[in-house]
């Protein structure tokens, strides 16, 4: 009886203990918000970088999963490049041995402190109460870690376990189980701080604590997998890339285990320390390894899973330069307005095809398409920020402001592109199936409405606005008929297909009004500059 309450009780700190990990990084996570990505696809063309990258990250949110997680769904944004994702990678895991040495030092003592500061930190009516309940979690971590210490003391008379759990053990062993146990928890934050806690208490020896976290490894690999599941070629490669440099370093330090690992037990330095310092040295020389083999790696992955190309070409996004001059500034953004107005147009017809296909791949393409446009929005956005600092002349201005205004038309287009994806995800959801009548009304819209971005193409060219106000006046005409006809089949309880279309009129009128907005506004512009000229 009393070894089930010291079971139960140790299980309660541990699920504690995974509780508090999980939320740190949560929070952690959204008082960083954008900038925490951001941190990530700023990797340079140097791995190196992308090494102390993610291995900062890491350190700070305390999992290497949430860290390779991100920088592939990046990857498969088109925000990061494949190769640039691999560093990211390789650091990820030496971030995650922070909660090793903390705990390996007895950090872990102050954590009752750390709490309270958190606790009282969050409850001030001022800014700094946002960090309150990272630092609340931050301590929880470490107060659960002693928990676990504290309830394991009386297994400490128990000498059959003692044995079991001291004796080493096969090394392969103890490698799938650390394996297992971190796939489970999803963390090898978890397995690493557990057997770092059990080495302290001497439940748990050298030899089998170490084969066990070179195990968590492989383990924490399993999330990226998961998350991979529906993405493009290259953040499937990424995944690859995540397990093959997990596996190799395992491989590659499990011969030396097999050799001299019955003589970690004669280390004169204390156990937990020792095994937080393996942990350390594993990682960074797998990824020292790892690193001066990237190309020959990176071909390697290519080689499995071949080139592949991505679904959807992607933007080619500003970068600001200090050094640029405002003309390059304009040039570059009326580039990147056209080809955003190009993309919504492709927006547009994937959305208003996935309505009228019913195919779960055009709705699932849209949806990673709309996704791209708000990060797109964000970067430039982030862009108009900067480039502000290169405007000398009041012209220079005038110009700034209206490339401004034409950009935050587009995204409003977006938004209404966006609106109708939602009409869209709220008839899956009620498993509405529209009728060829209602489809015949969405097909003819579309294709009107696509008919006026085209248009909207050429006016921009050729400067025929009055072909923008016809066909603007069409679309419209084209609208209210739609409208008309959908009201006559309200009529009818039974056509929940029409109830379900009542948003896609007013959507669509909403797009008709943002697209004529922009293009009146982008002809005016271009009018006035040839003036000005």
């Keep these: 009886m009393e070894n089930l309450s010291i079971l139960m009780t140790g299980l309660t700190a541990t ?12 929070e952690i996570e959204r008082i960083s918000g954008e900038h925490f990505r951001k941190s990530l696809s700023n990797a340079t063309k140097w ?17 290497s999963s949430a860290t390779s997680v991100i920088s592939i769904s990046l990857v498969n944004a088109g925000v990061l490049s494949f190769k640039n994702s691999v560093g990211i990678i390789f650091g990820s895991n030496i971030g995650t041995t922070v909660t090793a040495q903390l ?9 009752p402190l750390v709490i309270v500061l958190g606790f009282f930190l969050s409850i001030i009516p001022s800014r700094v109460s946002i960090f309150g309940k990272a630092i609340f979690y931050f301590g929880f971590v470490f107060f659960s870690l002693n ?22 053990q096969n090394p392969l062993y103890a490698i799938v189980f650390g394996c297992i146990f971190t796939a489970l928890v999803q963390s090898s934050s978890v397995t690493t701080g557990l057997a770092i806690v059990f080495t302290q208490q001497g439940l748990l020896g050298l030899e089998n604590a170490v084969p066990i976290i070179m195990g968590a490894n492989i383990g924490t690999t399993a999330t990226a997998f998961i ?15 995540h397990f093959l440099f997990n596996v190799g370093g395992v491989i590659l330090f499990t011969p030396a285990l097999l050799i001299f690992g019955h003589r970690l037990s004669t280390l004169s330095m204390e156990p937990a320390l020792a095994l937080a310092n393996i942990h350390l040295a594993f990682n960074l020389i797998t990824s020292l390894i790892f690193m001066l083999a ?44 056209a080809d955003l107005f190009f993309f919504l147009q492709e927006n547009y017809n994937s959305v208003t095809l996935s309505i009228e296909t019913n195919y779960r791949g055009v709705y699932d393409a849209s949806e990673k398409r709309l996704s791209y446009v708000n990060f797109v929005k964000k970067e430039y956005i982030s862009y108009f920020s900067k480039v502000v600092s290169l405007i000398k002349e009041e012209d220079d201005s005038k110009h700034l402001i209206k490339l401004i205004n034409q950009f ?25 199936e529209l009728k060829s009548d209602v489809l015949f009304l969405v097909r003819a819209l579309s294709t009107e409405t696509l008919g006026f971005f085209d248009e909207i193409h050429r006016a921009i060219s050729t400067d025929k606005a009055m072909n923008i106000k016809a066909t603007a006046k069409a679309l419209q005409q084209q609208i209210d008929s739609a409208n008309r006809d959908l009201l006559s089949m309200l009529g009818d309880p039974t056509r929940v297909d029409a109830g379900a279309l009542t948003n896609f009129i007013t959507y669509s009128q909403r797009l008709k009004d943002k697209l004529t907005n922009f293009a009146n506004l982008k002809v005016h512009d271009e009018k006035l500059d040839a003036l000005e000229g």
């Design 227 to 241: 998350a991979v599941f529906n993405m493009d070629i290259a953040a499937k490669k990424a995944a690859l890339c």
């Design 103 to 111: 705990v390996a030092f007895k950090l872990t003592n102050f954590a």
């Design 294 to 337: 990237i190309n020959p790696f990176t071909r390697f992955i290519d080689y499995l899973l071949g080139e592949g190309k991505m679904d959807f070409t992607r933007l080619a996004l500003p970068v600001f330069e200090e050094s640029e001059n405002f003309e390059t500034v304009k040039s570059k953004l009326e580039k990147g307005n």
């Design 147 to 168: 928990l676990i210490s504290t309830s394991l003391e009386p297994l400490h008379t128990n000498p059959a376990l003692l044995k079991i759990l001291s004796t080493p």
């Design 15 to 26: 699920v504690l203990f995974i509780f508090g990990l999980e939320n740190f990084s949560k």
């Design 47 to 63: 791995p190196l970088a992308g090494v102390a990258i993610g291995a900062v990250v890491t350190a700070v949110i305390q999992s």
């Design 408 to 432: 935050d038309y587009l995204f409003q287009i977006h938004d209404s592109i966006d609106d109708l994806f939602e009409s869209k995800t709220a008839m899956n959801k009620q498993y509405i």
